[in-house]
């Protein structure tokens, strides 16, 4: 191999070897991205979907589920926050 015989034979670009042409590479890059994106507002918007209720003894919207597991821890920390 001589000195103008370098990367270009072995199918790697100038760009290192990276197949940033490759139209394969590149839509699996979008579906990778698209996934990601989907995991984000998938657990963006879950959080959206929770019911919310009016706070016993107060003015603030607290999660329903949350103080229906457990209403007496929620009384208990009311108090400690006084």
């Known amino acids: ?3 103008n015989e370098s ?3 072995s199918g790697q670009g100038e760009n290192g070897g990276a ?3 490759n139209p394969w590479f590149i839509a ?3 579906a990778v991205a ?6 984000v507002l998938d657990s963006a918007s879950s959080e959206k979907q929770r019911k919310t209720m009016k706070a016993p ?3 603030e919207r607290i999660y329903r589920d949350d103080f229906e597991r457990d209403p007496k821890q929620y009384f208990q ?3 400690a926050r006084k």
């Open 57 to 59: 003894g107060g003015n």
């Open 19 to 21: 197949p940033s042409g």
């Open 28 to 30: 699996g890059l979008a």
């Open 7 to 9: 990367r270009k034979s």
């Open 77 to 79: 920390d009311k108090r």
């Open 1 to 3: 191999m001589g000195a």
């Open 34 to 39: 698209l996934g990601a994106a989907k995991l």
